[in-house]
């Protein structure tokens, strides 16, 4: 049977959440005291040639100081939640939000500037649901519950409100669902033989 991620991969992924957090609040810094918020103009520009790249640096941008301190603290907990099954895992969940979520906000959001870690969070959100939803096993339900408890709020993110990213959390929350079951895809089957359950197939879902 699969065996639970090792202790190294957990702190990397920890270490990691840790690291993105000191990049935001060093970005904002910079260009609030440097370059006078320039860089928060390279957002996600819907439909725009010039504003395809922002798919990569909206996440890392915020408007101001209370914007990034409201997603810090969400960011720190989702991000955590979804670290204690490893680093791959971590990675491949960032990933896939940042671009379907940022793709499809590219492809569909209304027209503005999109900036902000709010995609990644709800991407979190969405892949710690949908891995309690797919693979239905203690792991993937204890963080689930964890989040469901902390900031089942979240869903009012994706009720259209003048000046906030809506469809930035709703394409984030979907890029993290999709990721989600995908990786329970990839999870082991057993089946029964005469010497008990024996894996059929599959990746260890617990380092992803």
């Given amino acids: 049977m699969a065996s639970p991620p090792e202790k190294g991969t957990v702190g990397i992924a920890i270490r990691w959440i840790a690291g993105a957090i ?11 005291f440097v370059l006078s918020d320039r860089l928060q103009r390279g957002g996600i520009h819907p439909r725009s040639a ?12 915020h408007s101001d100081w209370r914007h990034l301190v409201s997603n810090t603290f969400p960011f720190a907990v989702l991000g955590g939640l979804v670290a204690v099954r490893g680093i791959r895992r971590l990675a491949v969940v960032t990933a896939a939000t940042v671009l379907v979520g940022g793709g499809l906000t590219w492809l569909l959001g209304s027209s503005g500037n999109h900036i902000g870690a709010s995609g990644l969070i709800f991407g979190y ?8 939803i797919f693979e239905r096993r203690p792991l993937a339900i204890a963080p689930a519950l964890v989040a469901l408890l902390l900031y089942s709020g979240l869903v009012a993110g994706f ?3 003048a000046g906030v990213s809506w469809e930035g959390h709703l394409f984030g929350f979907l890029g993290g669902l999709l990721c ?3 990786l329970a895809d990839r999870t082991p089957r057993f ?18």
């Fill in 159 to 161: 009720v259209p409100t």
């Fill in 180 to 182: 989600a079951r995908w």
């Fill in 22 to 32: 000191a990049a935001f609040w060093l970005i904002e810094l910079v260009d609030s």
């Fill in 191 to 208: 089946e029964w033989q005469a010497e008990g359950w024996t894996e059929s197939g599959g990746i260890d879902p617990y380092e992803y």
């Fill in 50 to 61: 010039d504003g395809v790249d922002g798919i990569l640096w909206a996440p890392l941008l």
């Fill in 125 to 132: 959100f969405g892949a710690l649901l949908g891995a309690a």
